[in-house]
């Protein structure tokens, strides 16, 4: 083993739990990591891994961030096509149409900011990570807060 790996395992030995389970739901949420490289990572187990994605909810925090926000514009596109349909076969709606479409346009909007915003800080906390780790968990935990403020005003 060389002497990153040594430095690497004695900081990970001198993780508490918590720091351990944030470590993890960070790079669940903002790495493309496995789930095997992620205990690696923080020395977990699968089984513990999986118990605390379990129990913490994790693929709900992850589909929040960015699921949520494309079945919204979904159905508004199903929404838009039905009643451009019933218009085309008599009935008016383009009063309706307009309406959703400016929604769609909104929507489309909001996809591609909470996109760039998750982008930004995913890169910024990697960077960060090596040099800091301390201050990336906690700069991770209000960027975790700032995304479901815009998630929960619009």
Not at 51 to 63: G, P
Request: proline share 2%; glycine share 2%; with cysteine.
């Amino acid at each position: 083993m060389n002497t990153k790996e040594d430095d690497s395992l004695k900081k990970r030995a001198g993780l508490t739990r918590t720091q351990k389970k944030e470590i993890a739901l960070d790079l669940y949420l903002h790495t493309h990591y496995t789930q095997k490289e992620i205990c690696e990572i923080v020395g977990w187990t699968q089984p513990t891994f999986t118990s605390n994605k379990q129990k913490f909810q994790w693929d709900t925090l992850r589909d929040a961030t960015t699921k949520t926000p494309e079945i919204v514009l979904t159905n508004l596109y199903k929404l838009l096509e039905k009643l451009t349909k019933e218009s085309l076969e008599g009935d008016y709606y383009a009063k309706d149409i307009a309406m959703i479409a400016g929604a769609i346009e909104k929507q489309e909007k909001r996809i591609t900011n909470l996109s760039t915003y998750i982008q930004a800080c995913k890169i910024f906390v990697e960077w960060l990570q090596p040099t800091n780790l301390e201050l990336a968990q906690t700069i991770t935990k209000l960027y975790r807060q700032f995304i479901q403020d815009l998630i929960d005003t619009d």
